[in-house]
């Protein structure tokens, strides 16, 4: 991929190419959030931006998104740590995290790491507080919150990390019910 069309995705995500891993998701969630509509203060924006341009901008946001970190993957920019030592995919289309699966916390640990990522950072993003992220990377499933709010927390926590959030919240809710089938 040619740094100019590089640069219409970083301009996509209002970004400099020389953002960092945590600009970028910071961007996307800002973006995402603004765009996707739902709360009250976003009322105005609905009434003069239709739903099916809004659609057309999270798709936008969401390719400059996936363009960017496969770019920092592939080395064709800055390379990112976050995914250094994990094999190529197999399959065409196949992104690098499917070598990571089954996601575990322990993975999204060393994802994070990887990453040079501290959890005090993603707890202040995502407005999570550092013990529930602690708990989730250590498998702590006596002490993290019902399903359907742990969903919400893990699609989040795979998000920030550049991860796939479906593949994240499946796999992680299949060893908490596996655990918790246990006697």
């Known amino acids: 991929m040619g740094q ?3 640069k219409i995705y970083y301009d996509i995500l209002e970004l400099s190419p020389e953002a960092s891993l945590h600009d970028i998701h910071a961007a996307y969630l800002r973006l995402k ?4 509509g739902g709360p009250p203060a976003s009322a105005p924006l609905a009434e003069e931006f239709p739903e099916s341009r809004r659609q057309a901008v999270l798709a ?3 390719l400059a998104y996936a ?3 496969a770019a920092k993957r592939s ?45 005090a950072q993603i707890s ?18 006596e002490a993290l919150p ?7 927390h893990l699609k989040n926590f795979a998000a ?17 019910e596996t655990n918790r089938e246990r006697p």
């Open 4 to 6: 100019g069309e590089l």
């Open 33 to 36: 959030k603004i765009y996707e």
């Open 60 to 62: 936008q946001v969401d």
């Open 67 to 69: 363009r960017i970190l």
């Open 75 to 119: 080395g064709s920019s800055r390379p990112s740590p976050l995914f250094s030592d994990i094999p190529p995919a197999r399959k065409s289309g196949e992104t690098p995290e499917a070598a990571t699966r089954p996601f575990s916390g322990p993975a999204l640990r060393r994802i994070r790491e990887r990453a040079q990522i501290e959890l």
């Open 124 to 141: 202040q993003e995502l407005k999570l507080r550092v013990e529930l992220l602690k708990n989730i990377e250590e498998e702590k499933f």
């Open 146 to 152: 019902e399903p359907i709010y742990l969903k919400a």
């Open 160 to 176: 920030f990390l550049g991860l796939d959030p479906g593949q994240v919240v499946e796999d992680y809710l299949e060893r908490l």
